[in-house]
């Protein structure tokens, strides 16, 4: 079982930024796909980004958001930056043991975080 502790959300105004933490728990992180989606009030879970070897994003968040990971610490990190009032959302990490061709997919992944919230204030 993993265990997935996300950090790092909050209020902040249009045009700043956030860095988001992961933390995960187990002894093969660096085997896992880790992703960050979000969930907006009234709108489906929707892909952010994911890292395994390369990173994805989805297009609204390109050239903003920055997905990476420090495997000596089991942590993954989400820096965004130019944020906008439609960023906001629960952010939530989701780990994937071993690797999928349909990263982008919530229904692929293993496990979740309990999610942590943003706010962009226009």
């Known amino acids: 079982q993993v265990q997935l502790v996300e950090s790092g959300g909050g209020l902040v105004p249009a045009g700043g930024s956030l860095r988001l933490s992961c933390v995960a728990s187990?002894?093969?992180?660096?085997?896992?796909?880790m992703g960050w989606f979000r969930q907006a009030p009234g709108k489906e879970r929707e892909f952010v980004a994911a890292l395994r070897g390369s990173t994805y994003y989805r297009d609204s968040v390109k050239g903003r958001f920055t997905i990476s990971r420090d495997n000596a610490k089991n942590t993954v990190y989400l820096q965004m930056n130019s944020l906008k009032p439609e960023d906001t959302a629960v952010y939530y990490c989701?780990?994937?043991?071993?690797?999928?061709?349909?990263?982008?997919?919530?229904?692929?992944?293993?496990?979740w975080g309990q999610g942590t919230q943003v706010t962009v204030s226009s």
């Open positions: 187990g002894r093969s992180f660096s085997s896992y796909t």
């Open positions: 989701a780990a994937k043991v071993g690797w999928t061709t349909r990263i982008s997919k919530d229904s692929e992944y293993d496990y």
